[in-house]
């Protein structure tokens, strides 16, 4: 499968940005998805992952309360709705897949990543 992740860009603190991740080929409803965020220096951390129906989501803490993911498998994306964003949120931002379909918060069990959207918060 491929993914393109977008929906980036620069926003005030407090402000929102949607990322969407498109994903091609048939079998993308079976996938666990996922979004990661890297900053240059660091490890790329989880932020939030949702199973292969939709009816499970995990949150990284940091992302508690103000993102939120969600999947459309009909059109093939899964978003993440951020609200409220801070300085600290400022990074790129990557959608991956997971063929197991399930709830995973480690990049490590992720097959396929997308290229990532970078997303500036400035204060």
């Known amino acids: 499968v491929q993914l393109q992740a977008y929906g980036g860009g620069s926003v005030q603190a407090g402000g929102s940005l949607r990322l969407s991740c498109a994903a091609s080929?048939?079998?993308?409803?079976?996938?666990?998805m996922g979004w990661f965020r890297q900053v240059p220096g660091k490890e790329r951390e989880f932020v939030a992952a949702?199973?292969?129906?939709?009816?499970?989501?995990i949150y990284a803490d940091s992302a508690k309360g103000r993102f939120t993911i969600s999947r459309d498998n009909a059109k093939n994306t899964v978003s993440l709705q951020m609200n409220n964003l801070k300085p600290e949120d400022t990074a790129v931002y990557y959608c991956?897949?997971?063929?197991?379909?399930?709830?995973?918060?480690?990049?490590?069990?992720?097959?396929?990543w997308g290229q990532g959207t970078q997303v500036t918060v400035s204060s």
């Open positions: 991956a897949a997971d063929r197991q379909g399930m709830l995973d918060t480690s990049r490590y069990g992720y097959d396929y």
């Open positions: 080929g048939r079998t993308f409803s079976v996938y666990g």
């Open positions: 949702i199973s292969w129906s939709g009816g499970g989501t």
